[in-house]
Protein backbone atom coordinates (compact mmCIF):
# COMPACT_ATOMS: atom_id res chain seq x y z
CA UNK A 1 0.00 0.00 0.00
CA UNK A 2 1.41 3.65 -0.82
CA UNK A 3 0.10 6.63 -0.29
CA UNK A 4 0.95 10.38 -0.97
CA UNK A 5 2.27 13.21 0.95
CA UNK A 6 2.00 16.63 -0.78
CA UNK A 7 3.20 20.05 -0.50
CA UNK A 8 1.19 21.46 1.96
CA UNK A 9 1.20 18.20 3.97
CA UNK A 10 4.78 18.95 4.41
CA UNK A 11 5.19 22.43 4.66
CA UNK A 12 2.86 22.23 7.26
CA UNK A 13 4.61 18.98 9.47
CA UNK A 14 7.59 21.20 9.38
CA UNK A 15 5.90 24.13 11.51
CA UNK A 16 4.78 21.13 13.58
CA UNK A 17 8.51 19.50 13.94
CA UNK A 18 10.71 23.11 14.10
CA UNK A 19 8.21 23.95 16.74
CA UNK A 20 6.95 27.21 15.26
CA UNK A 21 4.80 29.68 16.78
CA UNK A 22 1.17 30.21 15.29
CA UNK A 23 1.84 33.14 13.70
CA UNK A 24 4.99 31.98 12.48
CA UNK A 25 4.95 31.54 8.75
CA UNK A 26 5.47 28.26 7.36
CA UNK A 27 8.53 27.43 4.96
CA UNK A 28 8.30 28.21 1.98
CA UNK A 29 9.05 25.41 -0.46
CA UNK A 30 10.79 25.49 -3.33
CA UNK A 31 9.39 24.53 -6.81
CA UNK A 32 11.52 20.91 -6.69
CA UNK A 33 10.11 20.04 -3.34
CA UNK A 34 7.50 17.68 -4.86
CA UNK A 35 4.71 15.50 -2.76
CA UNK A 36 6.65 12.80 -1.86
CA UNK A 37 5.50 8.69 -2.17
CA UNK A 38 5.92 6.61 0.68
CA UNK A 39 5.75 2.73 -0.26
CA UNK A 40 5.40 0.65 3.11
CA UNK A 41 7.30 -2.28 4.03
CA UNK A 42 6.31 -5.26 1.40
CA UNK A 43 8.63 -7.69 1.89
CA UNK A 44 7.06 -10.99 2.59
CA UNK A 45 6.12 -12.04 6.35
CA UNK A 46 7.30 -15.22 7.74
CA UNK A 47 4.08 -17.73 7.40
CA UNK A 48 2.67 -18.72 10.64
CA UNK A 49 3.09 -22.81 11.01
CA UNK A 50 1.53 -24.88 13.73
CA UNK A 51 4.02 -26.35 15.66
CA UNK A 52 2.41 -28.50 18.22
CA UNK A 53 4.17 -30.40 21.15
CA UNK A 54 3.20 -33.62 21.77
CA UNK A 55 4.32 -37.07 23.57
CA UNK A 56 3.35 -41.02 24.03
CA UNK A 57 4.44 -43.46 25.84
CA UNK A 58 4.43 -47.79 26.08
CA UNK A 59 4.92 -48.89 29.71
CA UNK A 60 5.84 -51.89 30.28
CA UNK A 61 5.66 -53.58 26.81
CA UNK A 62 6.50 -57.37 27.52
CA UNK A 63 7.37 -59.79 24.73
CA UNK A 64 6.55 -63.52 24.09
CA UNK A 65 8.94 -66.03 25.23
CA UNK A 66 12.22 -66.09 23.44
CA UNK A 67 11.36 -62.54 21.50
CA UNK A 68 11.71 -58.85 21.38
CA UNK A 69 10.09 -55.81 22.48
CA UNK A 70 9.73 -52.69 20.55
CA UNK A 71 7.91 -49.72 20.66
CA UNK A 72 7.56 -47.22 18.31
CA UNK A 73 7.11 -43.70 17.24
CA UNK A 74 4.99 -43.93 13.53
CA UNK A 75 3.96 -41.31 11.32
CA UNK A 76 0.94 -42.43 9.54
CA UNK A 77 1.17 -42.10 5.00
CA UNK A 78 -1.77 -39.72 4.89
CA UNK A 79 -1.00 -37.62 8.17
CA UNK A 80 0.41 -34.41 5.93
CA UNK A 81 2.08 -33.67 9.03
CA UNK A 82 6.29 -33.91 9.80
CA UNK A 83 7.22 -35.36 12.95
CA UNK A 84 10.38 -33.76 14.62
CA UNK A 85 11.38 -35.69 17.24
CA UNK A 86 13.03 -34.04 20.48
CA UNK A 87 13.47 -36.67 22.88
CA UNK A 88 13.55 -40.25 23.92
CA UNK A 89 13.11 -41.98 27.19
CA UNK A 90 14.22 -45.84 27.63
CA UNK A 91 13.60 -47.95 30.01
CA UNK A 92 14.39 -51.69 30.99
CA UNK A 93 14.13 -54.33 33.69
CA UNK A 94 17.71 -55.66 32.99
CA UNK A 95 20.94 -54.70 31.80
CA UNK A 96 20.60 -55.39 28.13
CA UNK A 97 21.28 -52.44 24.88
CA UNK A 98 18.73 -49.84 24.35
CA UNK A 99 18.38 -49.80 20.56
CA UNK A 100 17.04 -46.48 18.19
CA UNK A 101 16.38 -47.08 14.55
CA UNK A 102 13.85 -45.68 11.66
CA UNK A 103 11.66 -48.06 9.94
CA UNK A 104 9.13 -47.85 7.06
CA UNK A 105 6.48 -49.74 8.50
CA UNK A 106 3.80 -49.55 10.89
CA UNK A 107 4.18 -51.98 14.22
CA UNK A 108 1.66 -54.29 14.96
CA UNK A 109 -0.08 -53.00 18.02
CA UNK A 110 -1.93 -49.57 18.24
CA UNK A 111 -1.48 -47.78 22.01
CA UNK A 112 -4.15 -45.49 23.45
CA UNK A 113 -3.89 -42.41 25.01
CA UNK A 114 -0.87 -40.13 22.74
CA UNK A 115 -1.57 -36.69 23.75
CA UNK A 116 -1.21 -33.23 22.32
CA UNK A 117 -0.86 -30.51 23.77
CA UNK A 118 -1.59 -26.98 22.62
CA UNK A 119 -2.92 -23.79 24.93
CA UNK A 120 -6.44 -23.75 25.57
CA UNK A 121 -7.60 -20.96 22.34
CA UNK A 122 -6.39 -23.94 20.25
CA UNK A 123 -8.56 -26.81 21.56
CA UNK A 124 -5.84 -28.96 23.86
CA UNK A 125 -8.04 -31.97 22.58
CA UNK A 126 -6.83 -31.62 19.08
CA UNK A 127 -5.83 -34.48 16.97
CA UNK A 128 -2.52 -35.77 17.02
CA UNK A 129 -0.87 -37.65 13.78
CA UNK A 130 1.81 -39.15 15.48
CA UNK A 131 1.16 -42.86 16.75
CA UNK A 132 2.68 -45.18 19.23
CA UNK A 133 2.67 -48.49 18.16
CA UNK A 134 4.12 -51.89 19.78
CA UNK A 135 5.60 -55.22 18.71
CA UNK A 136 6.21 -58.22 21.10
CA UNK A 137 7.53 -60.51 18.58
CA UNK A 138 9.92 -58.78 17.12
CA UNK A 139 14.00 -59.24 15.93
CA UNK A 140 16.47 -57.15 17.54
CA UNK A 141 16.88 -55.40 13.60
CA UNK A 142 13.73 -55.54 11.78
CA UNK A 143 14.03 -55.99 8.23
CA UNK A 144 13.12 -52.61 7.33
CA UNK A 145 15.73 -50.85 9.52
CA UNK A 146 17.19 -47.91 8.22
CA UNK A 147 21.72 -48.07 8.20
CA UNK A 148 21.98 -45.21 11.03
CA UNK A 149 20.74 -46.28 14.49
CA UNK A 150 21.80 -45.43 18.50
CA UNK A 151 22.60 -48.05 21.22
CA UNK A 152 22.65 -47.33 24.37
CA UNK A 153 24.01 -49.68 27.41
CA UNK A 154 21.03 -49.85 30.14
CA UNK A 155 21.87 -51.21 33.66
CA UNK A 156 19.08 -52.74 35.46
CA UNK A 157 15.74 -50.96 36.69
CA UNK A 158 17.09 -47.81 34.70
CA UNK A 159 16.18 -45.64 32.18
CA UNK A 160 17.80 -43.03 30.28
CA UNK A 161 16.43 -39.57 28.73
CA UNK A 162 18.10 -39.27 25.46
CA UNK A 163 17.98 -35.53 24.08
CA UNK A 164 17.70 -35.54 19.78
CA UNK A 165 19.36 -32.19 18.58
CA UNK A 166 18.89 -31.59 15.76
CA UNK A 167 15.67 -33.40 16.11
CA UNK A 168 14.95 -36.87 14.00
CA UNK A 169 12.33 -35.97 11.05
CA UNK A 170 9.80 -38.35 10.66
CA UNK A 171 8.09 -38.25 7.18
CA UNK A 172 4.70 -39.89 6.77
CA UNK A 173 4.86 -43.76 6.32
CA UNK A 174 8.35 -43.52 8.33
CA UNK A 175 8.86 -44.13 11.99
CA UNK A 176 11.35 -44.21 14.91
CA UNK A 177 11.89 -47.80 16.75
CA UNK A 178 13.09 -48.42 20.05
CA UNK A 179 14.13 -51.58 20.77
CA UNK A 180 16.53 -53.80 23.07
CA UNK A 181 18.31 -57.20 22.81
CA UNK A 182 17.52 -59.16 25.33
CA UNK A 183 14.73 -61.58 24.76
CA UNK A 184 11.60 -61.86 27.09
CA UNK A 185 12.92 -58.57 28.81
CA UNK A 186 10.09 -55.17 29.71
CA UNK A 187 10.62 -52.57 27.81
CA UNK A 188 8.95 -48.84 28.31
CA UNK A 189 9.30 -46.20 25.80
CA UNK A 190 8.26 -42.68 25.65
CA UNK A 191 8.43 -39.87 23.02
CA UNK A 192 8.27 -36.10 22.74
CA UNK A 193 7.84 -34.67 19.38
CA UNK A 194 6.54 -31.92 17.58
CA UNK A 195 3.64 -31.80 14.55
CA UNK A 196 4.57 -29.74 11.92
CA UNK A 197 1.40 -29.61 8.52
CA UNK A 198 3.39 -30.04 5.35
CA UNK A 199 3.33 -26.95 3.49
CA UNK A 200 3.26 -27.29 -0.02
CA UNK A 201 4.77 -24.85 -2.53
Known amino acids: MSRTIQRADIAARLVKALHLKERTPAPTLH ?63 AISNGIIYLSTAALTTLVVGVAGFKDSAQNPLAQVAGQIRTDNTAAPFPTDQASAHLVYHLAANSSIWIPIDPPFVVNPGHGVCVGQNLVTSTLSAAFQWREKPIQLK
Open 31 to 93: PEIFGVIIVDDLREQPQQIDDRPCSGAAINSTPTAGNLATVQLFNPAASNMLLLVDSIIIGVN
